[in-house]
């Protein structure tokens, strides 16, 4: 599983690199990406002209981007080493908005972490809190669910470091079903809106996930998460959002 900027990647992983593109507060399509650098912070390469000792480390070409949707791109990144080392990088998107136009260019940012080992007499047997907001929605809505990642742990430095880490990489799926409100189905199953979906917008120990409740009905719907993280699966308890 390929995990986002803000997964705590390691050297070897595979790096989603996400843009999203608006225009007048709305998405829109660009007419051309060019191509996409990565750049590294390179102490040894600072100079006058390069404060930020920025080193080229690649150049992705524009076959390589995915458009997701409208306004929406991504690049799958491998960071195979002696290539990709820990760092400080920079993805910097040369966009074309509008034909004709010069390209723009638009850095972001991303981290290679140090590989995070423990060891320890017991496995991982600790467990984790789920919390989301907003918890009420009116009916014809289209927000995000902001969901965090809570680990219960004794609060010791390494330990609660690495219970986060796990929480950070981990991955997230979320289920939603109608727990009250008109016309209910019988059948549990029928009750299901959405079934363990993968959550892929994550940033630390957040996750987002997007609802449009255009078409759902008023009532009482039930909430659950299930996380994946070393050859465990915790699934949480169920927790109530309200269309109204």
């Known amino acids: 599983m390929a995990k986002t900027r803000n997964q705590n990647p390691v050297v070897g992983d595979t790096i989603t690199l996400k843009l999203y593109t608006q225009n007048s507060n709305n998405f829109a399509d660009v007419f051309a990406i060019d191509h996409i650098d990565i750049v590294k912070e390179h102490c040894d390469e600072k100079t006058c002209d390069n404060p930020e000792g920025n080193l080229l480390v690649e150049t992705i070409a524009s076959s390589s981007v995915v458009r997701d949707c409208l306004g929406q791109y991504h690049i799958d990144l491998a960071t195979p080493p002696p290539t990709y ?52 929605i009116r009916q014809g ?37 109608q727990n009250c409100g008109p016309c209910i189905p019988q059948e549990a199953d029928l009750r299901l809106i959405v079934e363990d979906e993968l959550v892929t917008e994550r940033d630390k120990v957040f996750a987002y996930y997007k609802i449009d409740t255009t078409e759902w009905d008023c009532g009482i719907y039930n909430v659950w998460f299930t996380l994946s993280y070393a050859g465990n699966t915790e699934v949480s308890p169920k927790q109530q959002l309200q269309i109204f």
């Open 141 to 177: 809505s289209i927000k995000w669910l902001i969901i965090q990642i809570v680990p219960n742990v004794p609060r010791q430095t390494d330990l609660e470091r690495y219970y986060h880490n796990l929480a950070i990489s981990a991955e997230l799926k979320i289920s939603i079903e």
């Open 85 to 136: 080392t820990i760092g400080r990088y920079h993805d910097v998107w040369h966009v074309q908005f509008r034909e004709g136009d010069e390209l723009a260019v638009i850095e972001q940012d991303f981290e290679i972490y140090p590989d995070l080992w423990i060891t320890s007499p017991t496995p991982v047997v600790y467990s984790f809190d789920f919390r989301f907001n907003p918890n009420r």
